[in-house]
């Protein structure tokens, strides 16, 4: 048995008409009897605009990951002990994508579904809304409102007995855009990490452009007054103008205020030797925090967004590596983020969200963290590269 | 036992995963031996875009009220005895929201789902399609196109052993909105009324503008040639240009007309001592009608629909009580009748619909509005007050 | 028993609540026991944008259709032997309408669906899209998009045995429209045709526009490097400037041809005695085609898509004949070409697609375009009617 060896379970597949409403596996249900305690299931939601949402939750030991399918395989939330990795969004739904006009408001309709812990904003397009050619593109793309059309889950049969959900999302339109990502979410039993790695393919026989921002949102408990935020920095600006006065205070969050609404900051991470490089969120004590990983040659930039305003309102912050900052895709073209995918060529996404149970494990993070950064420069532009 | 002890069921609740697709209770199930006879019934409904939509019919033994959760809990018709309250659309289906696009043809699309006798048009924004900060508000608003996320079937175990209808309408949007509205529709076995208690809670913390009107429509058997409607007017104004010329037979009606299209007119009513206010819609003979009774301090304008154009093409007349007319939410903004809903704060709003199925309840209700007008005057205002 | 007697089974009726998510018969399951071997089913699609989909598969010895009921009807594919009527689109699933958005990227939303062999391109409205009274007509209209009031198998049980598919669209949109359509696709058990008798009926009490392209569309094996299109020809034109230069050219394919895109051609057809046309289009080989044979008094214009680029972009020709062409319909309307349905009318529309699978076959059709071409000029215009 090699190590490759491994359980799988179509859950869906719109190829051969799969699609499995209610369904769960433990692991003695399978034949790997040295493997650690897990519970994999996905049930299928009802009522509301949570009509025909489906979730699937691994959980071990000391680990619950919740996914939506029907979203993108977008992580929902990730929970280890005391720690909860996601926050409270007024949309309290798990909102189904045919409840959804990306393009209403202005093409903000996104918002009327966003509240999970990860959504992949892209790959065709990211970014605030804006017009190329006359055509609105949407706030942040369609892949997070597009349900998977083939879901596998997969059980490693040989230590340490990995458990992937593989997720394929498909944004093909004629004469525009033959992009699928077939993303994969790894749990390790034991461990308290969550793994993500996506492939964007370009199917098509012509180069396209792409662009993703891995949209990552963490609230309470972690994020409270007196939380910070660490990153080996290279370059830090202002998204706009409100962020300017923010500038100075960047690592730190308020608590819930009032009429704060957003400061968005634009960063170029320092990375190791490997390209690798952390981004570190842990609260006021030190002692609860996350640690996102991630390869800055696949994601060069990253947007910090601070919506450190009250509690209803969400209280929330993002951190966000992505290829693109969050500014309109003419403003990214202009700016030369927009990156361009060749026919037929595959792109890999790798990041790794890292859920911090006590101080030993954030300061083991922070040093990383340190490592990178050495004495090497920050710049700090004072004034946004952009105005929308 | 109280007189608030009730039994009740949970039909749908995004909250735990219910949604019944099918599903009665009679009188006799139920451990109230002293209530009159009534059926209670959820359907759903299949095919074309009916796909998906449910469906709850409330019975007794001279009322029949149907209702749809998928589309904001409006009500699609009342029946008693040969009055028919309700009217016959051009769109002759249920439409699931799932295939409603309110964007479409400049923000008409929710012309594509509009069959009810009464539909919620709000409450983030009502009216005809308009901009603000480049943002197309669609006509009428989402409500009336919003799933219920929670419908709870309520009977008083005590007389008159009420039935109430609750339903649950969410307009969540991130940043933009948290407004959810309980509507309660409430039937006493025996009476020929339906009653509407509608709560309305910012739960940001935000103050939020509100804009409702209760879209109440009414076709044959009461709307005729020589159909009359009365209230007790303080002042009346054409909604438009074409209106200005319909402006004194304001109260009568058309026979169906081919190329009548629609006259709007602008009217604020008096009240009683308590606010309340009656508008009567009866037949040319005078022995069938429909009493609108309302709370004019919360819904303080009343539009009136006159869509007497051929019966094809959907014969039906609109008594409109709301806090704003039918015109875009800027310009309502600017004639100051968007309301504010403080943060956390509730809004009621309270309508009766009584059928009235003989003459002598014509009158009465006939003579409830003369008392109400008594000689206070009547300011005909003979220019609209905007031009959209 | 009268040649009008048949087995009718009803799949889908909205007006009875009835959906029937999976179903097949065989000729052996009906008292008709002198009937050829048929197979007929129906099954429902699930996962990803295929939720919810129906398809309905008609099979005899020699010949399979497949239809979409809930994509208005449309035509996936037509197999007889070794000749597939259909093509591959990179939209590679049966995409059900709640994931449709017609409006987005300025109205191209209809090309994240598009992969059938016939899609009906109307009725309110078909063409680019464009802008009327400043509401968004977008690509090609919404009948495609429609999922089925109606559906009805109906199987005549007299020789030849002949089999009908039945589908009620509706759109119908409060003041606008009220259109409806009954399809009707007739396959007789061993013959290799499938027709299409369209029955559009204006059911409001006004005159009202249509328009209306039967996007017919046709990949390998029939489309390949010297396949060829024939028809009779009275007038030619470019669709636009990049035409011009493909139009002596237009009657040959190239193969698959990278940056080709797309070179369209607007044709007036002659037509025989009854006002019958047939347009041509065969392999390199010319021992296997399909001949599209329709009256060309319902449909006066055809346009001809040469879509010769790649195979993964989606390597297909169109054979469209329609009312109208591609043109957006302000541009239809100044032409003259946008018809008027009077208040209560029908408009029929018949068109035959049959699979020619030898020599013989596609010789034979050759010869009926020839004659019907005899002698009469050909006016070839050098330059684009229109520019959009």
Redesign the interface.
């Known amino acids: 048995m090699t190590a490759s060896a491994a359980k799988n379970i179509v859950l ?3 190829a051969n ?3 499995i409403s209610e369904w769960s596996v433990e692991n003695r249900n399978l034949d790997i009897s040295g493997a650690p305690a897990f519970l994999i299931s996905k ?1 299928t ?8 949402s489906t979730l699937i939750t691994v959980q071990t030991d000391n680990l619950k990951v919740t996914l939506i399918p029907t979203r993108g395989m977008d992580i929902y939330e990730i929970v280890s002990g005391d720690v909860r990795l996601g926050w409270d ?5 798990i909102v189904h ?3 959804m ?6 093409g ?1 309709g996104w ?2 579904g ?2 999970e812990m990860m959504v992949r904003c892209g790959f065709e397009w990211t970014g605030h809304p804006g017009e190329e ?4 593109m ?1 706030l942040h793309g369609r892949a997070g409102n ?5 879901v596998v889950v997969s059980i490693d049969e040989t230590p340490p007995y990995a458990i992937h959900i593989k997720g394929l999302i ?1 944004e ?7 992009l699928e990502t077939w993303t994969t979410l790894t749990v390790v039993p034991g461990e308290t990490t969550v793994k993500v790695h996506d492939e964007l393919t370009n ?4 180069d396209r452009d792409y662009q993703i921002i891995y949209h990552s949102n963490f609230g309470a408990p972690i994020l409270e007054q007196g939380a910070k935020v660490e990153v080996a920095v290279k370059e830090i600006s202002p998204f706009n103008d409100y962020a300017v006065n923010g500038l100075k205070d960047w690592q730190t969050y308020l608590g819930p205020t ?1 009429n704060f609404d957003e400061m968005v900051f634009n960063l170029v991470p320092y990375a190791d030797d490997q390209g690798m490089t952390t981004v570190l969120l842990h609260n006021r004590k030190g002692d609860q925090g996350v640690a996102v990983k991630y390869d800055t040659r696949q994601l060069p930039v990253l947007t910090l967004w601070k919506n450190t ?6 209280y929330v912050t993002g951190i966000e590596p992505g290829t693109s900052y969050a500014y309109p895709r003419q403003i990214e073209r202009e700016q030369g983020r927009v990156k361009t995918l060749a026919a037929g060529a595959t792109q890999s996404f790798d990041l790794e969200y890292h859920v911090l149970t006590n101080s030993s494990a954030v300061k083991h993070a922070s040093q990383e963290i340190k490592k990178i950064q050495g004495k090497k420069d920050i710049t700090v532009i004072s004034q946004p590269m952009a105005i929308e």
């Open positions: 869906t597949d719109t008409n799969i699609e049930k939601l009802h009522g509301g605009k949570q009509e025909g969004s007024p949309v309290d739904e994508p045919a409840y006009n990306l393009e209403m408001r202005g903000l918002l009327d966003f509240n050619n006359g055509r609105l949407s597009t349900p998977a059309s083939k498909k093909n339109t004629f004469k525009f855009s033959n199917l098509s026989d012509y009032k305003d009250t509690v209803k309102q969400g």
